[in-house]
């Protein structure tokens, strides 16, 4: 379609953000699912009010990155820390633990499910929306709780098991065998590159962009580096979320990272808003 449709549907988009944002907020539903609503109702199953969500899905992506982003910036690499434990253990637990329910419960019942699409089926169910339940946690502000600090860790291993789960789906098809492994490794050792190499060069960039004084670089160095981290780690296989949240957290080791928040803020609540309402259509 055209620009004007491009354009018209965006209109409508925001225009339903502003107008659901006051009764969402009196009925004391979360924004989130306001929007989500709004979606549903403007959508394609709806008043088909706009005629192509995936225009709505471009800035959809854009508006997930940004959220991502600015958690990252909420939180440290101190902070991070806290939650290895349950990276490395409540993840694991259960993201394995709902594959294996999934699995048997399929197996039993009288679907004719086999193996491999029952362990694809429980693939699917074990993984969640980061974005979404992150922005839940935000606004009942319980980020930095024990229970967001968990939930956090589960979250971060799902967007890392997405990896192995893509290279397992081919395999369990019947049409590869286990022979990503060493593109596996190639892209674990690019991310730890990436990390370590943005660990000690961000800081330095983020506090030669605000001694510059430039107000406007602020900006555009937050949202270069929000999305091009989520392109690398995309180009990777791994969760483009994953890679804007990392960018975030390695941004927040500076001592101006506040400034950085107080800029990009205004951006953070609009192409959320976005995102959840195109998951409503």
Partial sequence: MGTGSFLQDLVVTLTAALLVLLPSRRLRLPSAVGFMLTGILIGPGGFRLVSDPH????????????????????????????????????????????ITAIAALLLLLPVGATLPKAIFAGMLIALSSTAMILRLLG????????????????????DVAIVPMLIAVPILAGTSRLAMGPGLLLGVGAIVALFLLARYGMPRLVNAVIRSGVRELYVMMAVAVCLGASLVTGALGLSPALGAFLGGLLVSESEYSHQ?????????DLFSSVFFISIGM
């Fill in 55 to 98: 225009h709505v899905e471009i800035l959809a992506d854009i508006g997930v990155a940004v959220l991502l982003f600015m958690i990252g910036l909420e939180f440290s690499l101190a902070r991070l820390k806290e939650i290895w434990r349950a990276f490395l253990i409540a993840g694991p637990l259960q993201v394995v633990g709902t």
């Fill in 260 to 268: 950085v928040v107080a800029e990009i803020l205004p951006f953070r």
């Fill in 139 to 158: 606004e009942r502000g319980e980020t930095h709780a024990p229970q967001g600090r968990l939930l956090l860790g589960i979250l971060l291993f799902q």
